[in-house]
């Protein structure tokens, strides 16, 4: 295979493989489908031309969790290579239909749900929040992500962050329906082009409303403000970051009691990816009357829920449990009463996979930002 002047190898460092197998071995996804990063590494090795890329339906299996890349002895990043047969593969035109629908509304209107870009900020209801597209002045950017602009049961997320900054005295404000997509989901698609013109778009709109810090919903977003947009100059943290900071300074208060018992799926965008495991923990563990336990897979180990690089929109071609399921028996089996998440997306996997286990009498799934916005 060749891109531009490069061989595909070459450019993503193929011919240091060892075939150790260490990036299979870690990936909960390949014990189900026939998505399998060491032979895909050969295969594009051995290749060279586009035969690889023919009958690669499971290529669409990876969850772009990234645990391939962090096991890696040799510096290979899979799960990147993984992106780009995608991106190989949407330049074919050969990609699920779906995954063109999350796409091409993304292009038309800024979110790959398939939404209306003027309904964007109608998650608000009749809560005032500052819109600084609109000349409100704020010193903080919430910025809000797709699914919980858009997605019924993830706009509770949003709510309770406005209920919460508030509450703390967090001088905040969003971009209404000025904000799109992030494009981190887009990316791992496949779909570079289109990710690129987003980041030229995103970059000269934060600019232009002054953005110096900002917040996100989405450690999806976290990642790709964080760590792809080249050239952004401002600072980005992850709600969990900026709520522990509160609970710290004294500057929000948790007055209500909650006799739980609660565990914590570690999002792969948040923990893995970028190596924030503490500060969910200190927000769960500062509730008062609610006890913590951790999942035995957890923080570096933990199981990816299976919602993220575009496996939202996605299919699968595996059979049998769900790695979200799989965690609904555990949480059964430690005697929780909620599983706590900091995701849209496991918060959306796990939510269905605790009712598909028949739990949902006893486990509740809920976003730290809704358990903290009723204890204060
Ligand atoms: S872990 Fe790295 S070196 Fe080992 S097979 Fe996978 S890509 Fe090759
Ligand atoms: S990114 Fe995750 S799901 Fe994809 S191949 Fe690597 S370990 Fe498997």
Not at 66 to 78: D, F, Q, S, Y
Not at 160 to 185: H, P, Q, R
Not at 213 to 228: A, I, Q, R, Y
């Amino acid at each position: 295979m060749e891109i531009e002047d490069v061989t595909f190898a070459e450019r993503y460092g193929l011919y240091g493989c060892i075939q150790c197998g260490k990036c299979t071995g870690g990936c909960a996804v390949s014990l189900k489908t026939d998505l399998n990063s060491r032979r895909l590494v050969r295969e594009a090795l051995l290749s060279d031309n586009k035969e690889v890329l023919k009958d690669l339906e499971y290529i669409w299996d990876c969850t772009t969790c990234a645990t391939c890349t962090l096991r890696c002895p040799k510096g290979i990043e899979p799960s990147e290579v993984i992106i780009g047969m995608r991106t190989l593969l949407i330049e074919e035109m050969d990609l699920p239909s779906t995954i063109q629908e999350a796409l091409e509304s993304t292009y038309k209107d800024g979110n790959p749900w398939g939404r209306a870009r003027s309904k964007r900020s109608e998650w608000a209801g009749d809560l005032t929040v500052k819109n600084v597209s609109k000349g409100d002045e704020a010193e903080l950017l919430y910025y809000v992500g797709c699914t919980p602009a858009y997605d019924p049961r993830i706009q509770s997320v949003a709510k309770s962050l406005v209920k919460i900054f508030d509450a703390a005295g967090v001088d905040f404000g969003t971009l209404g329906n000025k904000e799109s997509c992030c494009g981190n989901e887009i990316r791992r698609m496949g779909e570079v082009g289109l990710f690129e013109m987003m980041v030229e778009d995103n970059i000269p709109l934060f600019e232009k409303y002054n953005v110096k810090k900002m917040v996100t919903s989405s450690p999806h977003c976290l990642n790709t403000f964080k760590n792809e947009y080249e050239g952004a100059t401002f600072e980005v943290q992850h709600y969990t970051q900026l709520l522990a900071e509160l609970i710290e300074s004294g500057k929000l208060k948790l007055t209500k009691e909650l006799d739980k018992t609660i565990t914590y799926q570690d999002p792969c965008f948040l923990g893995k990816q970028n190596k924030i495991f503490d500060e969910p923990r200190m927000i769960l563990e500062s509730i008062p009357g609610a006890t913590f336990i951790d999942f035995d897979r957890a923080r570096e180990r933990s199981l990816c829920c299976e919602g993220g690089g575009g496996r939202m929109w996605a299919e699968g071609t595996g059979e049998g449990e769900r790695n979200a399921e799989t965690r609904a028996h555990e949480a059964n089996e430690m005697g929780a009463d909620i599983i706590a998440v900091a995701c849209p997306f496991c918060l959306l996997t796990l939510e269905d996979a605790v009712k598909l286990a028949g739990y949902e009498d006893t486990i509740q799934v809920r976003d730290i930002s809704e358990i903290i916005a009723e204890l204060i």
